[in-house]
Nanobody
């Protein structure tokens, strides 16, 4: 089992910045993908950004150029630096961990990000 604990959400004005962090514990494998997804009220959960252990990243078009995902394989942590935040970025952000071998998929409980206009 793997446990994911997110931190760093909160209220910020449009144009501001926030950094989300997620720590994984338990049976964590380095060959894995870690990432962030978000779910706004009334909408489906969507990908924000992912990073593979080797450093390859993938971003949603809506956040490219504004958000940066990073990972520390020695500490099993993943972070999301969010700049130039917009009200439409308001959502619950979920940390995700997925080993690249097998079909396991783990989620954190989520952290709320609210961007005021």
């Amino acid at each position: 089992q793997v446990q994911l604990v997110e931190s760093g959400g909160g209220l910020v004005q449009a144009g501001g910045s926030l950094t989300l962090s997620c720590a994984a514990s338990g049976r964590v494998f380095s060959i894995s993908a870690m990432g962030w997804y978000r779910q706004a009220p009334g909408k489906q959960r969507e990908l924000v950004a992912t990073i593979i252990n080797g450093g390859s990243t993938n971003y949603a078009d809506s956040v490219k150029g504004r958000f940066t995902i990073s990972r520390d394989n020695t500490k099993n942590t993943v972070a999301l630096q969010m700049n130039s935040l917009k009200p439409e970025d308001t959502a619950v952000y979920y940390c995700n961990y997925r080993p690249l071998v097998g079909d396991m998929n783990y989620w954190g409980k989520g952290t709320l990000v609210t961007v005021s206009s």
